[in-house]
């Protein structure tokens, strides 16, 4: 008499094999890659804002600073002087806020005195400052043009004298003043001042 005896088959389901999980791995570092990166990104937009923003509250503080008659302590107490923020091409990490001691509208570091130095940080810089004639025409730092930017209030008036030293050393007046800030990632942010004394940060698609 045979017998026969049924086999149970052996589960032969396995685990992932060797490329099944380095392609699984290499999708999972594609995907965090792509996600440091945007928030990155992201974040490097917001802290351009930021410094935007800084920027023209500093022009604001030098126009309240005007119109308030904010007394500046020198030997001689003065009450009457303008105040502004200067921009120098050569310079392009630190901007600042100063006293028109001599009241002639521009940045004299022999002459006027400075109320406070504002220095970039985290790669952030000025990457060129801007001044618009009543013409039309724009001149900037980047391109040689400009050498220095002043904006610089004077009560009574809101309005913003805005100086820009060209670089075959003429001064003038101009009727616009446009400050370009860059992040590290090389996005670019601009403030905008008018000779009427209207300070804005222009708004950008993405933000």
Do not use: W
């Not at 996600?35 to 351009?48: A, D, E, N, R």
């Amino acid at each position: 008499m045979k017998y026969f005896t049924k086999r149970v088959a052996r589960d032969e389901r396995g685990g992932f094999t060797l490329i099944e999980l380095l392609v699984a791995i290499t999708i999972l570092i594609l995907i965090t890659a792509a996600m440091l990166t945007s928030h990155s990104s992201f974040s490097g937009k917001i802290l351009l804002s930021n410094f935007a923003y800084e920027v023209a509250l500093s022009v604001r503080q030098a126009q309240v600073f005007g119109l308030s008659v904010r007394e500046f302590q020198t030997s001689s107490n003065l009450f009457t002087i303008g105040y502004g923020v200067h921009f120098d091409a050569l310079d392009l990490t630190t901007y600042r806020l100063f006293a028109d001691e001599d009241s002639n509208e521009i940045y004299n570091s022999s002459s006027d005195g400075t109320v406070e130095t504002f220095s970039t940080r985290r790669g952030f810089q000025i990457a060129r400052f801007c001044a618009t004639a009543s013409s039309g025409t724009e001149f900037c730092s980047d391109t040689g043009e400009l050498t220095a930017l002043d904006i610089v209030f004077l009560r009574p008036d809101p309005d913003a004298i805005i100086n820009a030293t060209r670089s075959n050393g003429a001064p003038g007046v101009y009727q616009r003043a446009r400050i370009v800030l860059r992040s590290p990632q090389g996005d670019e942010r601009s403030v905008l001042v008018e000779a009427t004394g209207q300070i804005s940060v222009p708004t950008v698609s993405g933000l």
